[in-house]
Every structure is written in structure tokens, then in C-alpha cells.
């Protein structure tokens, strides 16, 4: 939703090539909140409370195995993920 939204505001607000404060200001925001969404999915995953279950798969050539998932390992996976994206949030908050 908020790609379709930069989108949108792209084509309203840039006049002629152009970018207005306004459109800088609403595209910082827009994008913020977007790394920092995607970032609280990882994060939750990885460090919030309760079961998680995860699942492995292996396919090579025509051979898939399935199997039952380490939860110590998604989460940590996931955990570093998420971090690693808040940090990107934080930078582009910093570079801009």
C-alpha cells in the first residue's frame, strides 16, 4: 500500500521533474514507515513472546525433504534480520 502510495504522490507532486519540499517531506515519512514496518515483522518473529514453528524444505532435482524446523535457529535468523533492517531504517533516517 504505501508503494502504491509513493506512487501516486510521485505524480501529484513532482511538477515538471521537480520535487516539492512537501513531496520530500511525505516521501521521508512514507518510506520511514515502511522499513520500520517491514523491521517489526522480523523483530516480532524473532523476539516476541509465545511458540513459534518453523519448517524446513530442501528440494533438489525432483527430491523434496520436510522436516521440523529448530526454533532457537528461526529465531535467531529471523532476529538478525529484523535488526539488521531497523538499523537500515535508522540509517536512511539519519542519511536523510
Known amino acids: 500500500m504505501l508503494g502504491g502510495l509513493m506512487v501516486l504522490l510521485q505524480g501529484s507532486?513532482?511538477?515538471?521533474?521537480?520535487?516539492?519540499?512537501?513531496?520530500?517531506?511525505?516521501?521521508?515519512?512514507?518510506?520511514?514507515?515502511?522499513l520500520i514496518a517491514f523491521a517489526g515483522i522480523f523483530l516480532w518473529i524473532g523476539f516476541?513472546?509465545?511458540?513459534r514453528a518453523f519448517k524446513t524444505e530442501t528440494t533438489l532435482g525432483p527430491v523434496t525433504?520436510?522436516?521440523?524446523?529448530?526454533?532457537?535457529?528461526?529465531?535467531?535468523?529471523?532476529?538478525?534480520?529484523?535488526?539488521?533492517?531497523?538499523l537500515a531504517a535508522l540509517f536512511f533516517t539519519y542519511k536523510n
Open 13 to 34: 507532486f513532482s511538477a515538471g521533474g521537480q520535487q516539492t519540499a512537501l513531496y520530500k517531506w511525505l516521501e521521508f515519512f512514507i518510506l520511514g514507515g515502511f
Open 48 to 51: 516476541g513472546p509465545g511458540e
Open 65 to 86: 525433504t520436510t522436516g521440523q524446523g529448530d526454533s532457537l535457529t528461526g529465531r535467531c535468523l529471523f532476529g538478525v534480520f529484523g535488526l539488521g533492517t531497523l
